[in-house]
């Protein structure tokens, strides 16, 4: 009977080629594994961050639990409290979500070089009275928020400053428009308040009275006001 035939050892030079493959083969897939794990505690987050504004805007403040969020967002509690460690913390969370959102949508505006002050000042119109951030449920979370800051250093540090930055934006953009229309009856700073005093205004009547105050009725008295400060530009009409 013959003895069974030995395997040649492969050569140091083939050899190391096979762990090399073997260790660039086993990284991929480790990597591959990390980022599907990092996409599913991404879709996991956003899921319970925007359950968090529904149940906020349906419950308040006081009555969300993260038992009800997480069911809400068809998440383990387990997860929830693993990710979140408190309703405090879930809170705050959804909270910076909103101002996020909001700071890039603005942002995004006021970067792009294309636009001239009139045409960034209406875009700008049409952000804060879109469907997408001026909806009920926002609304509502905000609201929500606002009526706590006098309590909540860290609610208050979150609205403030993203306020102070937006009103900062829109006062250089008037100070623009103001040159350009030779328009002096009003300060920038006049102008910029009033327009977010009727935004915060107006956010309300979306929430309280949707029916009269659909989003593009409050733009159009958005544009009116601006009209009777600008009256020759027509962009305005």
């Known amino acids: 009977r013959r003895p069974p035939r030995s395997t040649p050892k492969p050569s140091s030079a083939a050899s190391d080629v096979y762990k090399r493959q073997y260790i660039m083969s086993a990284n991929t897939n480790q990597k591959l594994t990390s980022n599907d794990k990092n996409s599913e505690i991404s879709i996991n987050h956003q899921k319970l961050i925007d359950a968090t504004i529904e149940t906020i805007a349906k419950r308040g403040l006081a009555d969300t639990t993260i038992s009800h969020v997480a069911k809400k967002a068809e998440v383990s509690q387990g997860y929830a409290n693993f990710r979140f460690k408190s309703k405090e913390n879930l809170l705050l969370s959804s909270l910076q979500f909103l101002s996020d959102e909001y700071k890039k949508s603005w942002q995004k505006i006021f970067e792009d070089e294309n636009l001239d002050p009139i045409d960034r000042l209406l875009r700008i119109f049409e952000n804060d009275f879109s469907k997408k951030i001026a909806n009920q449920n926002k609304i509502s979370v905000w609201i929500a928020f606002y009526s706590e800051v006098k309590f909540r250093p860290s609610y208050r540090s979150v609205c403030q400053h993203q ?27 006049e102008i910029s308040e009033t327009y977010h005093s009727m935004v915060d205004g107006l956010w309300q009547r979306i929430l309280f009275e949707p029916k009269v105050y659909t989003n593009e009725f409050c733009k159009s008295l958005i544009i009116k006001y601006f009209r009777s400060v600008y009256p020759d530009e027509t962009r305005f009409q």
């Open 163 to 189: 306020d102070e930055i937006y009103l900062n934006q829109t006062k250089k953009l008037i100070d623009e428009i103001n040159h350009v229309t030779n328009q002096t009856s009003l300060t920038s700073i």
